[in-house]
T-cell receptor, first 109, second 112 residues
Framework: GIQVEQSPPDLILQEGANSTLRCNFS?????LQWFHQNPWGQLINLFY???GTKQNGRLSATTVATERYSLLYISSSQTTDSGVYFC???????????FGKGITLSVRP | NAGVMQNPRHLVRRRGQEARLRCSPM?????VYWYRQLPEEGLKFMVY????????ESGMPKERFSAEFPKEGPSILRIQQVVRGDSAAYFC??????????FGPGTRLTVT
């Protein structure tokens, strides 16, 4: 099956800093989503982005499908951005998502 | 438009009991997916259902686990004779079509 690798595995930032989170995948995809799992365990949709670039406030994402990677940019980070960021892809007929192992982000005040 | 709803949010069961987890998809969504998040293993697909049909159950353990999505009412994930290894967070997601899934808050199952 498709492999999804995220890097770096852990990231510590000072409040106000910018960061880039990366997701590599091993095969062509129909769908790619970024999620934020907050400290309470809830999975929050950030982006549905099989290709191209999207922006939502301080967050933006770019997927280069031909090169099989996606990037999530966080600007002016805040302590509430802390948590685990997951990339998930769907490469088959039934749209089931395969998740990466996640990137744990800690934003220090 | 309410999001995906799951209940209970927390469930404690003794070994050997049954666990029933419920998921109400977003209004207008006919596709339901269940995922499990085990400690140290990440999020894994379990089963994909549409109304009254199981479309893909390739991620379901072969025994004790079953899922349904009846014509009326929520989708149910049922675990019979629970064991400690079933302790995990179980997430439901729904989709209006085959693009973009929206996740519920999860049910945290603890088996004692």
């Amino acid at each position: 099956g498709i492999q999804v690798e995220q890097s770096p595995p852990d990231l510590i930032l000072q409040e106000g800093a910018n960061s880039t989170l990366r997701c590599n995948f091993s095969d062509s995809v129909n769908n790619l989503q970024w999620f934020h799992q907050n400290p309470w365990g809830q999975l929050i949709n950030l982006f549905y982005i099989p290709s191209g670039t999207k922006q939502n406030g301080r967050l933006s994402a770019t997927t280069v499908a031909t090169e099989r990677y996606s990037l999530l940019y966080i600007s002016s980070s805040q302590t509430t951005d802390s948590g685990v960021y997951f990339c998930a892809v769907d490469s088959g007929a039934n749209s089931k998502l395969t998740f990466g192992k996640g990137i744990t982000l800690s934003v220090r005040p | 438009n309410a999001g995906v709803m799951q209940n209970p949010r927390h469930l404690v069961r003794r070994r050997g009991q049954e666990a029933r987890l419920r998921c109400s998809p977003m209004k207008g969504h006919s596709h339901v997916y269940w995922y499990r998040q085990l400690p140290e293993e990440g999020l894994k697909f379990m089963v994909y259902l549409q109304k009254e049909n199981i479309i893909d159950e390739s991620g379901m353990p072969k025994e004790r686990f079953s899922a349904e999505f009846p014509k009326e009412g929520p989708s149910i994930l049922r675990i019979q004779q629970v064991v400690r290894g079933d302790s995990a967070a179980y997430f439901c997601a729904s989709s209006p079509s085959a693009t973009g899934q929206y996740f519920g808050p999860g049910t945290r199952l603890t088996v004692t």
